[in-house]
């Protein structure tokens, strides 16, 4: 399995910005559809963004759509999430995960990150 370290969450007022990082190692980065995903508090995790091996065809939730960029640099093995016009309603847990095919479902994604908080103050 591939080993994933999340960064950049924090504290950042409502139509403010914060971009995520997601460092990947153990395994060929390229071998791996990256996706994030969110945990609000007392909700269940859900999806958020996902992309492809290259880069080149990307997924989002209709909940982030227009506002959240999911971007890899597969130089540096590391998967982005650039959050633009946060809400309130972003704050949770985002988690990082890697799967062997493009896809939204969180079950084929095997490898996952610790997580990193985001809280977005109205």
């Known amino acids: 399995q591939v080993q994933l370290a999340e960064s950049g969450g924090g504290l950042v007022q409502a139509g403010g910005s914060l971009r995520l990082s997601c460092a990947a190692s153990g395994r060929t980065f390229t071998n791996y559809a990256m996706g994030w995903f969110r945990r609000a508090p007392g909700k269940v995790r859900e999806f958020v963004s996902t992309?492809?091996?290259?880069?080149?065809?990307?997924s989002y939730a209709d909940s982030v759509k227009g506002r959240f960029t999911i971007s890899r640099d597969n130089a540096k093995n590391t998967v982005y999430l650039q959050m633009n016009s946060l809400k309130p309603e972003d704050t949770a847990v985002y988690f990082c995960?890697?799967?062997?095919?493009?896809?939204?479902?969180?079950?084929?994604?095997?490898?996952w990150g610790q997580g990193t908080q985001v809280t977005v103050s109205s």
């Open positions: 995960a890697a799967s062997p095919i493009f896809t939204t479902h969180s079950e084929h994604f095997g490898s």
């Open positions: 992309i492809n091996w290259s880069g080149d065809i990307a």
